[in-house]
């Protein structure tokens, strides 16, 4: 057997950067004192989601990652509570700028960055005037309890980022979010459509997946953002085993990794796939490619 608990932490970020982290560090610490030995932050959370406007002031809240306080401290952390510790961050790579998240190990060692690869571009939503789009692929890293692979927000709706961390042997997938309402939405709010995406990726590679989000109002100069949480962990099999609310929370879920690789194999999703017949995916526009 491989017990592994999973955690997922949401709460509500506000303009004090330091209030936010020591949010973090509190919630960190609760879940590790429930047991968990992979905990995830809402993406972002040192700071409001500043992605609702364009406005040149908010590149200054990017740091490198070697003059970065925040991350030297969540490794501490990690090394302290014996977790794995993914830590999302706002990078500044020269004068590249990414949406990433840093892997700690459960002995503080950074295992690594991974650079979001989907970059969004809506009312509300306008990360392309902030973000590069990220360089590194689709990673898995080898944890300290766990193979783990880690896509960040709208990575979340692409069945093809879950399948590659899959392919390069994931036993989990985690999204760390910031999703809510659209600034002016009339629409029905997307929380289920969003929770049922990553559910079709659990199913379809028998691996539990779990999404961390931000909770509450944020103002911005075009109008406001409500976050709706509803962080939650999903079963290799899509049922949704914890979930959130809208308010500051921990869920948390465990997982015999050992038997689900069992099942896994059992399934033939990866013995039964065709990669010769799937070049079209490797187009814009669908059409048969041809090397």
Request: proline residues 5%; aromatic residues 12%; contains cysteine.
């Amino acid at each position: 057997m491989q017990q592994v608990t999973v955690a997922a932490t949401q709460f509500a970020c506000n303009p004090d950067r330091e209030r936010n982290i020591a949010t973090a560090e509190r919630l960190v610490r609760e879940a590790a004192g429930q047991g968990a030995q992979i905990v995830m932050l809402p993406e972002l959370f040192e700071t409001p989601y500043f992605a609702k406007d364009q406005r040149q002031e908010f590149f200054a809240l990017a740091r490198p990652i070697d003059r970065n306080p925040m991350l030297a401290r969540m490794s501490e952390l990690a090394q302290e509570l014996q977790i794995v510790l993914p830590v999302p961050f706002f990078e500044r790579a020269n004068n590249a700028y990414f949406n990433a998240v840093m892997v700690m190990n459960a002995d503080g060692e950074p295992l690594g960055s991974y650079r979001k690869s989907h970059i969004p571009d809506g009312y509300g939503y306008e990360e392309k005037f902030y973000f590069n789009p990220g360089d590194t692929g689709f990673r898995v890293w080898d944890t300290a309890y766990l193979q783990l692979g880690i896509g960040i927000c709208w990575d979340q709706w692409f069945p093809e980022c879950a399948r590659a961390m899959a392919l390069q042997g994931a036993d989990l997938l985690i999204y760390p979010t910031a999703i809510g309402s659209t600034i002016g939405e009339v629409q029905p709010s997307s929380r289920r459509r969003w929770q049922r995406a990553m559910q079709g990726h659990a199913v379809s590679n028998c691996m539990p997946v779990a999404a961390a989000n931000r909770i509450g109002t944020e103002k911005g100069h075009s109008g406001e953002i409500t976050f709706y949480g509803a962080s939650f962990i999903a079963g290799p099999d899509g049922e949704i085993i914890a979930e959130a609310g809208d308010k500051e929370a921990i869920v948390t879920a465990q997982f015999d990794f050992e038997e689900i690789r069992l099942e896994r194999a059992a399934w033939g999703f990866f013995r039964d796939r065709r990669p010769e017949l799937y070049t079209s995916l490797l187009t814009l526009d669908g059409a048969h490619w041809v090397e």
